[in-house]
């Protein structure tokens, strides 16, 4: 069976049976349950309602058929849509978990996830000190103390070869990043808004396709 989908092009497998259906080679989608054809409540709504414009029809194991909403029977709409609900309720939940104990087991000094800090590294999912990158370390806080400017470290750094965290050449904003705790916060905050930003701008371009197909 197909995994869930954010949107139809997300999943080739999905929208080429979408295609089937628009070019008159299927009939209709078989799903094991609407939460393998949906993630979230409104893309489950806009796929079938797509598929139900196409004259396509959307059977799921657990079901049978899902009938187009009919303004003689709310309560088929109502139950589909609280199924829906109840469906991305439990995945929600299911990620709460696992981000609690991630967050958890960070805290007591645990490899939680994500690349580990320089001079860390992970062995056996837990965290331990990486002793050639502490030495780094501790070598750039001794050329900062003696007043090398973070070009002129970053330089030194690449000159004696000193390895980065991937193995690449030293730059300015890394080494910053590295011996400031505060421009580590600030990068990581640029991160996550970054992050952020894109999912969102992906959420509405998927949802502006979506439209334009009806």
């Known amino acids: 069976g197909k995994s869930g989908v954010s949107l139809l092009d997300e999943r080739p497998g999905l929208m080429e049976a979408v295609e089937w259906i628009a070019e008159g080679k299927a009939n209709g989608i078989l799903a094991p349950n609407l939460d393998r054809l949906a993630r979230e409540l409104t893309v489950q709504e806009a796929v079938l309602s797509y598929v139900w414009a196409l004259g396509g029809r959307v059977f799921t194991a657990d079901h049978g058929e899902h009938l187009e909403d ?5 309560m088929r709409t109502a139950m589909r849509q609280m199924r829906g609900v109840f469906h991305q309720l439990d995945r929600g939940l299911i990620v709460k978990r696992l981000t609690e104990g991630r967050t ?3 805290a007591r000094g645990g490899y939680a996830y994500g690349a580990p800090r ?8 837990e965290l331990t000190p990486d002793e050639q990158e502490n030495a780094t370390a501790e070598q750039m806080e001794q050329w900062k103390a003696e007043g090398m400017s973070l070009r002129a470290i970053c330089a030194r750094a690449n000159a004696e070869g000193l390895p980065s965290k991937r193995g690449g050449k030293w730059h300015p904003t890394t080494v910053a990043r590295l011996l400031s705790p505060e421009a580590r916060e600030k990068a990581r905050q640029q991160s996550a808004a970054a992050r952020a930003a894109r999912k969102e701008q992906q959420r509405r371009e998927r949802a502006a396709r979506l439209l334009s197909q009806h």
Do not use: C, I, L, N
């Not at 009919?70 to 709310?74: E, L, M, Q, T, V």
């Not at 320089?118 to 999912?125: A, L, P, V």
């Open 70 to 74: 009919d303004a003689s029977d709310p």
């Open 104 to 106: 958890a087991k960070g």
């Open 118 to 125: 320089f001079g860390q590294r992970s062995e056996d999912g």
